[in-house]
């Protein structure tokens, strides 16, 4: 596939999932404030949008921010869990603009896909699940292969490297989509082109040092192929 901005022939694709194809970011962010209010914590509404693609490190630092015991964090997470959970099964979870026009042209292509995301095994089968998509993808990897396979959470590189490896392909064939600063960083770090699709925060000047290129959805996307 060629893509307007990119010389290399693009054969494979690599998506992250929470707040790239689907809406879960926004899902996670309004469970949160839920979560809080439930509490009676106080938390700024826009604090959670800091844990919006953050790193193992950055979450634990807000965690021991605004809650006194592991207990209460925990009680905290699980409910917050719990809401998104349940407002997938209420069908609240959609997919995010030109996802499904996208993965249905680059299935038509014949494209190598897959998905590289920090989230939970079993939350990552529910939401593909949930949004019809799971037959697009040729394989995905989750938080599980990241605890099997001993390997570092994103930004560090080494789940798209892991990605890559699967997907038998150069690297130069490659193009991952990823909606954080984490995300982003995590595919420079592997060697990868990035195109960034911002959901819940701007795109930051690094960001665009380290995207190939930034696009408001994947509508915007498509007209350049």
Same mark, same amino acid.
């Given at each position: 596939?060629? =893509?307007?901005?990119?010389? /290399?022939?693009?054969?494979?694709?690599?998506?992250? &999932?929470?707040?790239?194809?689907? *809406?879960? $970011?926004?899902?996670?962010?309004?469970?949160?404030?839920?979560?809080?209010?439930?509490?009676?914590?106080?938390?700024?509404?826009?604090?959670?949008?800091?844990?919006?693609?953050?790193?193992?490190?950055?979450?634990?630092?807000?965690?021991?921010?605004?809650?006194?015991?592991?207990?209460?964090?925990?009680?905290?997470?699980?409910?917050?869990?719990?809401?998104?959970?349940?407002?997938?099964?209420?069908?609240?979870?959609?997919?995010?603009?030109? =996802?499904?026009?996208?993965? /249905?042209?680059?299935?038509?292509?014949?494209?190598? &896909?897959?998905?590289?995301?920090? *989230?939970? $095994?079993?939350?990552?089968?529910?939401?593909?699940?949930?949004?019809?998509?799971?037959?697009?993808?040729?394989?995905?990897?989750?938080?599980?292969?990241?605890?099997?396979?001993?390997?570092k959470a994103k930004p560090a590189p080494d789940i798209y490297l892991a990605a890559t490896k699967k997907m038998n392909l150069a690297k130069e064939n490659i193009l991952v989509f990823e909606d954080s600063s984490t995300g982003v960083q995590a595919a420079k770090n592997a060697g990868l082109k990035? =195109?960034?699709?911002?959901?819940?925060?701007?795109?930051?000047?690094?960001?665009?040092?380290?995207?190939?290129?930034?696009?408001?959805?994947?509508?915007?996307?498509?007209?350049?192929?």
């Amino acid at each position: 596939m060629q =893509v307007k901005g990119i010389n /290399d022939d693009i054969q494979g694709i690599i998506f992250d &999932m929470d707040g790239l194809l689907v *809406n879960s $970011e926004e899902l996670y962010w309004k469970a949160n404030i839920q979560a809080a209010e439930e509490e009676k914590l106080g938390t700024p509404r826009d604090a959670y949008l800091k844990l919006t693609g953050a790193t193992v490190k950055e979450m634990q630092d807000f965690y021991h921010k605004y809650f006194k015991t592991d207990a209460d964090r925990d009680r905290f997470i699980k409910r917050t869990d719990d809401l998104v959970w349940q407002w997938t099964d209420e069908g609240k979870l959609k997919l995010r603009p030109g =996802v499904q026009e996208a993965l /249905d042209e680059f299935k038509n292509r014949g494209l190598k &896909m897959a998905i590289a995301s920090s *989230n939970y $095994e079993d939350v990552l089968q529910h939401f593909l699940w949930a949004t019809g998509i799971r037959n697009y993808f040729d394989f995905h990897l989750s938080y599980l292969d990241v605890q099997k396979g001993h390997i570092k959470a994103k930004p560090a590189p080494d789940i798209y490297l892991a990605a890559t490896k699967k997907m038998n392909l150069a690297k130069e064939n490659i193009l991952v989509f990823e909606d954080s600063s984490t995300g982003v960083q995590a595919a420079k770090n592997a060697g990868l082109k990035c =195109v960034m699709v911002p959901d819940l925060m701007a795109p930051t000047d690094q960001d665009k040092q380290n995207a190939i290129m930034i696009c408001q959805n994947f509508f915007d996307f498509l007209k350049k192929i």
